[in-house]
C-alpha cells in the first residue's frame, strides 16, 4: 500500500498548484483522505479531508475559501487545488488515508501517509 503526493514547486504569491493524492493497493474510495502540511519550525496542521461515506469535504480555517479538496475514485486520487497562494503556505504537504467514514484530522489514527510534497511559495 502506497500514497504518493505530487504536485508541488516553487511558485510565486498568488500562484495557483494542484497536488495530487495517488494511492496504490489501496481502493481510496473506501477511506477518507486529508492533506496535512508542515511548515519549517512548525507542528504539522490538517488542511482539509474528504470523506470516504458522502464524499463531503471538510476544510480547517487556513484552508477555507483557498483550496478545494477532490477526489476521482476512477483513478484512485485525491487533489487538493491551492489558489492565492501566499509565502505563509510554504511548507511540506502530506496526503493520508483513514479507513473511516467520518472525516477528521486526529494524525495517529491515520492508517497510510504519503512521502510529501515541497510547496514553496515567493517572489
Known amino acids: 500500500v502506497q500514497l504518493q503526493a505530487s504536485g508541488g514547486g516553487l511558485v510565486h504569491p498568488g500562484d495557483s498548484l494542484r497536488l495530487s493524492c495517488a494511492a496504490s493497493g489501496l481502493p481510496q474510495r473506501y477511506y477518507s483522505i486529508a492533506w496535512f502540511r508542515q511548515a519549517p519550525g512548525k507542528k504539522r496542521e490538517g488542511l482539509s479531508c474528504?470523506?470516504?461515506?458522502?464524499?463531503?469535504?471538510s476544510y480547517a480555517d487556513s484552508a477555507k475559501g483557498r483550496f478545494t479538496i477532490s477526489r476521482d475514485n476512477a483513478k484512485n486520487t485525491v487533489y487538493l487545488q491551492l489558489n492565492s497562494l501566499k509565502p505563509e503556505d510554504t511548507a511540506v504537504y502530506y496526503c493520508?488515508?483513514?479507513?473511516?467514514?467520518?472525516?477528521?484530522?486526529?494524525?495517529?489514527?491515520?492508517?497510510?501517509w504519503g512521502q510529501g510534497t515541497l510547496v514553496t511559495v515567493s517572489s
Open positions: 474528504i470523506s470516504s461515506s458522502d464524499g463531503s469535504a
Open positions: 493520508a488515508a483513514d479507513y473511516n467514514a467520518n472525516c477528521h484530522y486526529i494524525e495517529y489514527l491515520y492508517d497510510y
